[in-house]
């Protein structure tokens, strides 16, 4: 079957730096992306890797590495308004998204 | 960049009525639509794929006769709620991809949500 799994819940300090772990076991890869939720609202779009290696946008980073079916999302300078939960997706052989749970992050002054 | 909305944001309706929730894409065309289903605390369920001229692909699992998806034109798909229960109350939520913008980022831009509570 298909999987993703990343962790339940983070807590971090504002303005340290997380990384949000996520690993997947899918029927083929076209791309990984990262989106952030807030609570209640719709997910917004932070990332996408197709390949190898680490693609910055700002404070966000993300890296993917797909032999080990695994990336991470590396956030910096971490803001209250970062707390949010942070949901891992890969596009699978048939171009479909499958989701993980999403991980819950939790910002503390 | 590209906006899809959703309407209505909230809704409240009581068991056995239908409610209808509409996904627009404001400023590109989207032959494909997705429609979401989220419960507290857990991922987005995909629940069909709405493609604009044809019938909808359905996920296992999901109700067609349930959940009503209509994708008149390439800038509308509708989702209808039939004969609510308090089961069917949750997230929904609808995507569509922007392909203007390059079929290779394949990124998804949602619609607000829509939060459905069935008495």
């Known amino acids: 079957g298909q999987n993703i799994d990343q962790p339940t819940e983070m807590t971090a300090t504002e303005g340290a730096i997380v990384q949000i772990n996520c690993t997947y076991q899918t029927s083929g890869f076209n791309g990984l992306f990262w989106y952030q939720q807030h609570a209640g609202e719709a997910p917004t779009f932070l990332s996408y890797?197709?390949l190898d290696g680490l693609e910055e946008k700002g404070r966000f980073s993300s890296f993917l590495s797909r032999s080990k079916g695994y990336s991470y999302l590396l956030l910096k300078e971490l803001q209250m308004k970062d707390s949010a939960s942070y949901l891992c997706a890969v596009k699978d052989s048939n171009y479909q998204l499958i989701w993980g749970a999403g991980t819950k992050l939790i910002i503390k002054p | 960049g590209a906006v899809v909305s959703q309407h209505p944001s909230w809704v409240i309706c009581k068991s056995g009525t239908s409610v209808k929730i509409e996904c627009r894409s404001l400023?590109?065309?989207?032959?494909?639509m997705f429609w979401y289903r989220q419960f507290p605390k857990q991922s987005l369920m995909l629940m069909a794929t709405?493609?604009?001229?044809?019938?909808?692909?359905?996920e296992q699992g999901v109700e067609k006769d349930k959940f009503l998806i209509n994708h008149a034109s390439l800038t509308l798909s509708t989702l209808t709620v039939t004969s609510a229960h308090p089961e069917d109350s949750s997230f929904y939520i609808c995507?569509?991809?922007?392909?203007?913008?390059?079929?290779?980022?394949?990124?998804?831009?949602f619609g607000e949500g829509s939060r459905l509570t069935v008495l």
């Open positions: 709405s493609n604009e001229g044809s019938k909808a692909t359905y």
């Open positions: 995507s569509a991809r922007d392909l203007s913008g390059g079929e290779h980022t394949g990124e998804l831009f």
């Open positions: 400023d590109f065309q989207a032959t494909t």
């Open positions: 890797n197709v």
